[in-house]
């Protein structure tokens, strides 16, 4: 059974409070986006594998996330079959696309459908939320408001639908504990609602928290935000803890010129 884990963009992040947990409080909204990696999974009456190719994933291949999620779900259901695995790596990695809890929660539910398991959405949430603050979004998969670690979600009206989105990765790579690390959290002025529900209000007043801190260290990433805004998009921002940024425009965009090594996107939502 195969499937294809799509990444994310953050429409506004505002880091609001560190918990006691060492996690923050936040409120953004999540939207997926038609840039995919594909995950096949086959019963193998022999041992689980995993294999990978496109993207090269860091670290043990033991600590994936896909592999997690198999375990995870094992614990509970201790007569799974063997899986042998592949993923195919495309989403930007470290990119603030959410790439890696994509995978992990498109393989609970490739596992949910390929056992027959019949756990709800809220169930494979549950589970989601075991593995990252972000997959829980990723079960669903549709635009979402996320609130406490990420992991809350609730459902908000947005029509992006003609929207063309152009995505760029300097690769630059920005680890998310320490991009949290320097951000001073405070309580938003406006609710992220409010502002969402009126695109001409977006330019000015929706805030990723995350640019204060890591733009003046990484002058690059801002520039790129600046010439999607000169190349007229309605809204452009680094997405999650970056370096991705991501502009909106309502007309396909003329070419743009990009540094070769810049992963570069372009699609229609
Ligand atoms: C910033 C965001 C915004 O959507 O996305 P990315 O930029 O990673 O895509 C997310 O909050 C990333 O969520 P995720 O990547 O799942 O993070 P986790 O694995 O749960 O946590 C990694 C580390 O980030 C910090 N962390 C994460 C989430 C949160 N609400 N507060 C935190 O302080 C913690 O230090 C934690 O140890
Ligand atoms: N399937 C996976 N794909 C990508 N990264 C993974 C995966 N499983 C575990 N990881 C680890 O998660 C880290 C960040 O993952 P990713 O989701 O791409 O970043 P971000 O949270 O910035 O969107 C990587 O450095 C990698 O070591």
Known sequence: MISFPNAKINLGLHITSKRKDGFH????????????DALEMIIDNKKTTFTTSGLQVPGDPKDNLILKAYQLLK???????????????????GAGLGGGSADAAFALNLMNNLFDLIL??????????????????????????????????????????????VLINPGIHIGTKEAYAGVTPAAPKV??????????????????????????????????????????????????????????FDEKPGQMDWKESYFHVEVKL
């Not at 409080?25 to 995919?36: F, G, N």
């Not at 614990?75 to 990695?93: A, E, G, M, T």
């Not at 603050?133 to 947005?158: H, M, Q, W, Y």
């Not at 805004?229 to 970056?242: F, K, L, P």
Request: proline letters at 7%.
């Open 25 to 36: 409080d936040i409120e953004t909204c999540m939207v997926p986006i038609p840039l995919c």
């Open 191 to 248: 609710k992220l609602e409010a502002i969402l529900v009126d695109k001409s209000r977006w330019k000015d007043e929706l805030v990723n928290d995350f640019e204060k801190s890591i733009f003046p260290n990484h002058p690059e990433i801002a520039a790129i935000k600046e010439k999607l805004y000169e190349n007229g998009a309605y809204y452009a921002a680094m997405s999650g803890s970056g370096s991705s940024v991501f502009g909106l």
């Open 120 to 165: 709800d959405d809220f169930f494979l949430e549950e589970y989601a939320a075991k593995l990252g603050s972000d997959c829980p979004f990723f079960i669903e998969n549709t635009a979402k408001i996320a609130k406490g670690r990420g992991e809350l979600l609730e459902p908000v009206e947005l029509d992006l639908k003609g929207t063309h989105l």
């Open 75 to 93: 614990k509970d259901f201790p007569n799974l079959p063997q899986l042998s695995i592949h993923l195919h790596k495309n989403i930007p990695i």
